[in-house]
């Protein structure tokens, strides 16, 4: 309970907008799901960026306590203390009034991508207590809420002091409210990662991350003073490269450009666009900016050395793009989104000014490199060439075989028709397929059993993607096609099936499966995961059957280890090793009904960072995949 404090007109205000926040949390964070609570962390840490922005710090902290709480220090500033016209100090109104922005608004960068940058008071309001530390004017001083309200009496106007102190700076904790979020466990992977990007897009900056919720501590620096370029070696870490990577920088329009690429030997394109430091999953105006501008830039140089000659037609933006990874970073005073999920950059100037930067920077680059020139055009012409020879390809097998329903013998579709109401589940292996088909309700669940490992499309060609049986199946019965850089024939509209559910077992190589399943869909039908279409069974490990009472599903060694805390009798437990060992209507009861099963929602991040982490589970560098399992196992529990 917040303690009365004097309350005036401006306090029915605060009360009134903290209560909206409490009763639609989803429309000031998106959702109350796992990515909903992590967004706490990123609000909260992204004023810290700001006021490194700003120039004044260069240093934060980011904590994770046993308790659930979270930290967030840094040595900037420090939020104003002093008296506001509104008749509190301005520190309160940060926390108390949605979008307290305007004066407090460190400068033009706001960093308000989509769904981020909602307010620290949102953060305030949606947290079961939140506790302020401000050090500035050699005073620490303190403020503390509970649920959104002030807690603390303040003399004179003033916040109560808590010693003397020569450092400047900010630190917030705060507890998540259970009673808003549907988890309150932070991942620590999301947030890791986020740091780290955070790191890359502002390289004066140093972000120290800490779990301490297990039972060692857990610490890591991110401080990545080469920037997007220092990103873009560590995107392409694992690959080979065909040339260094190409950094170029400038501004238009009051717009700030910085652009990192490079070009690795494979097939496809990596092109990932930032708006003030927040991802734009949907890309957006500054993606098309860079890539009209890059396209025409290579066709030119690609007329004046003569290798496209007049006879032939231009490269196309994919053949220009084959093998590049790239980062586009835009700093935009007044960034404005739209899109599915509001990631989408839709400011028509920002496509101006990359545009701009772009033609004349990359020229400037090129002039001076020629070799490297040499080496992307060839990439082009190699990928030209390709793609004509697959255009003729596909066109054959198009009309040959005309991708038709039923002709896929392996699928056992359901009955209904209806894709609101159908379901289609991928499964791991032969047998667990067989089961599964007993075991469903044939009149909406559709079994497509797959055997093995799929391919990697990641290190493969189209071409060999295309001919792959098991991708081919999947690509009939979905029923929408497939996009890839030369040409999209996806047609979203046309999906069978309202829910597409991975289903492999929860061990390692069922992550595996997971991972190229995932980067299936993320390089040729993005729209499955942006539109929230694709899902991961969670099938479980254990399953305890005590003497008396009832059984019980146990999804990973925790569950294990906490059921036997709680259950002192003696029980039965049968361990899965994997889906095929389930009867039917184990199988039923665990995966497949939907008033018992868990499914994980798949989002766009998990899909983006697929292809990383296959490298990962499946590369020959054993402690890091030990470490992520072992994250997953503890966090996949608590989406139950
Ligand atoms: F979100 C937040 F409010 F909770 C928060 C703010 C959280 C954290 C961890 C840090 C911050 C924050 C805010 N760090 N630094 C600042 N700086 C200011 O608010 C500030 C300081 C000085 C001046 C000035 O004009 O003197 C202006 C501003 C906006």
Redesign the pocket.
């Known amino acids: 309970m917040a303690k009365k404090s004097s309350y005036d007109a401006s306090s029915i205000t605060v009360l009134e907008g903290l209560e909206a926040v409490r009763k639609r949390p989803g429309m000031y964070i998106g959702s109350t799901s796992r990515k909903g609570l992590n967004h706490l962390v990123y ?6 960026v ?2 490194h922005l ?1 120039g ?2 260069d240093h ?1 902290e980011v904590v994770l306590e046993a308790d659930g709480s979270a930290y ?3 040595n ?5 203390v002093e008296m506001h016209e509104k008749g509190m100090p301005a ?1 309160r109104l ?2 108390t009034t949605l979008h307290a922005g305007g004066k ?3 400068d033009v960068y706001k960093t308000s991508g989509g769904l981020h940058g909602v ?2 008071s949102v ?2 309001a949606l947290s079961v207590w939140m506790d ?1 530390e401000i050090r500035r004017d050699g005073q620490v001083y303190h403020d503390r809420f509970s649920r959104g309200l002030p807690d603390l009496e303040l003399k004179g106007g003033l916040l109560p002091v808590l010693g003397k102190t020569k450092e400047t ?4 904790r705060f507890l998540p409210d259970p009673e808003i979020f549907e988890v309150t466990r932070f991942s620590a992977t999301d947030i890791k990662s986020r740091l780290h990007e955070t790191a890359y897009l502002n390289p004066t900056l140093t972000i120290r991350f800490e779990d301490r919720r297990g039972e060692q501590p857990y610490a890591e620096e991110y401080h990545e003073p080469d920037g997007i370029t220092g990103y873009i070696r560590d995107l392409n870490r694992n690959k080979e490269a065909v040339c260094e990577p190409i950094c170029i920088k400038g501004s238009s329009e009051g717009i700030e450009v910085e652009i990192a690429l490079q070009y690795v030997n494979e097939f496809h394109e990596n092109v990932l666009g930032f708006c003030n430091n927040i991802y734009n999953a949907e890309g957006g105006t500054h993606l098309t900016g860079f890539k009209s501008a890059f396209t025409s830039v290579i066709n030119s140089y690609a007329r004046e050395l003569g290798i496209l000659k007049d006879k032939d037609s231009n490269f196309t933006g994919p053949d220009v793009r084959n093998g590049m990874t790239a980062v586009v970073s835009v700093r935009h005073p007044d960034p404005s989104f739209e899109g599915q999920t509001k990631t989408k950059l839709d400011n028509q100037d920002a496509a101006r000014a990359v545009s701009k930067v772009t033609s004349e920077e990359v020229v400037h680059y090129f002039d001076r490199n020629l070799e490297v020139l040499k080496n992307v055009l060839s990439c082009a012409e190699k990928a030209a060439k390709i793609r004509k020879t697959e255009e003729r390809a596909k066109t054959n097998m198009l009309t040959k075989q005309k991708f038709s329903f039923d002709s896929n013998g392996k699928l056992a579709n359901c009955e209904s028709r209806d894709p609101k109401k159908c379901e289609i589940f991928i499964v791991e292996g032969d047998s667990a397929g067989g089961s599964a088909k007993t075991a469903r309700d044939r009149s909406y669940q559709a079994i497509l059993p797959i055997r093995g490992k799929i391919l990697n499309v990641e290190k493969a060609s189209i071409d060999k993607v295309l001919a792959n049986a098991e991708i081919k199946t999947m690509i009939n019965s979905f029923g929408c096609g497939f996009s890839e850089g030369y040409g999209n024939d996806f047609d979203i509209a046309k999906l069978r099936y309202d829910k597409i559910i991975i289903m492999a077992d929860a061990d390692v190589d069922g992550a595996h499966i997971c991972t190229l399943l995932l980067t299936l869909f993320y390089r040729f039908m993005p729209e499955l995961i942006y539109e929230g279409h694709v899902y991961i069974a969670m099938p479980p490990l254990y399953k305890a059957i005590p003497s008396r009472g009832k059984e019980e599903y146990l999804y990973d060694d925790a569950a294990l280890e906490r059921y036997r805390r709680k259950h002192k009798t003696p029980f039965t437990l049968q361990r899965y090793k994997g889906l095929g060992e389930m009867d039917a209507e184990q199988l039923w009861e665990t995966t497949l009904n939907p008033e018992t099963r868990t499914l994980k929602s798949v989002e766009i991040e998990d899909a983006r960072l697929a292809s990383d982490v296959t490298e990962m589970l499946m590369g020959s560098d054993v402690p890091p995949r030990k470490a992520f399992i072992y994250e997953h196992a503890q966090e996949a529990l608590l989406d139950i």
């Open positions: 609000e909260i840490v992204d004023n810290s700001d006021e700003a004044y710090c934060i967030v220090k840094d900037g500033r420090g939020i104003p520190e940060v926390f407090f608004d460190n307010g620290s953060v305030n302020v700076g900010t630190t917030i």
